[in-house]
Every structure is written in C-alpha cells, then in structure tokens.
C-alpha cells in the first residue's frame, strides 16, 4: 500500500497527560485505535498506517488550547454510522468531552452533514463525522 500524501501523525500538546488521557484514550479507543507507545512525558494511538500522539512538554507556552487562535481549530474522524456516533455522544461526558452546539445537534455543519462536535477540558474539539449510508442524500 502506497503511504503517499497520507497523514503520518499528529501530536497534540496537552497541559496535563493524566487529563487528557481520561478524555483521548476513551475516544481513540472507541474509534479502533490501540495504543502505540508510551513514555513519562506521552502516550500515542494508532490506526493503520496513522498514529496520535498526546504529549505533556515542558516547552508548553499555555495551559490551554485555544481553537479560535492561528493553528489547529479541531480533529475530525469517521465515526461510523449514525447509531454508533449517537452511542458515543451519549458517553462521551462521562469521559471529559462536552457536546457543543447542542441546540443544533446532529445538523450543526448543516441538514446533510450528520456529526457530532465535542469539546474537552483543555480546549480541543474534535468532530465525530457519521457514515452516509447508500440511501441517505450527501
């Protein structure tokens, strides 16, 4: 299989390993991600060909992300089809994350883009994309 173009990794400082695990780890999990490495400082996730990388660094500049700033605005993922990422919503409070845009949800990124965008504790969003299936209008 030709790697070419694909995404390698991403790692994302975080300002608290122990938090951002209780939130990340839930969900890479959730998503088919195993756990890759692991050192004092970091943990990492992979899929295929495709790792995550969460990192405490001591070079951090805030303790905060700030999604709005220059830079990484949010992660988006497959999250499989509509029931499983209705499934993952519904858990995913008890893990650190927060349903944004409630009033809009599923239809926040519009009536043909059923997802769910969640926040953690630090700041990063990401958004859980469902699959379209064969009958549905894209």
């Known amino acids: 299989m030709d790697t070419t173009g694909?995404?390698?990794h991403?790692?994302?400082w975080v300002p608290d390993l122990r938090r951002a695990r209780t939130s990340w780890q839930w969900l890479l999990e959730s998503l088919g991600y195993v756990a890759f490495q692991s050192w004092a400082d970091g943990r990492s996730w992979r899929l295929g060909a495709t790792y995550i990388v969460l990192e405490q660094s001591?070079?951090?500049t805030a303790g905060h992300h700030d999604?709005?700033?220059p830079g990484l605005n949010h992660l988006a993922f497959?999250?499989?089809p509509r029931?499983?990422?209705d499934a993952l919503v519904e858990r995913a409070p008890s893990h650190g994350w927060t349903l944004m845009y409630a009033d809009r949800h599923p239809y926040a990124g519009g009536r043909q883009h059923y997802a769910a965008y969640l926040?953690?504790?630090d700041g990063f969003e990401v958004e859980l994309v469902a699959t379209?299936?064969?009958s549905e209008p894209r």
């Open 67 to 69: 999604r709005s700033r």
């Open 58 to 60: 001591p070079a951090l």
């Open 78 to 80: 497959h999250a499989g």
């Open 83 to 85: 029931p499983r990422l």
């Open 10 to 12: 991403v790692e994302i």
């Open 132 to 134: 379209t299936e064969p």
């Open 119 to 121: 926040e953690n504790e």
């Open 6 to 8: 694909m995404l390698h």
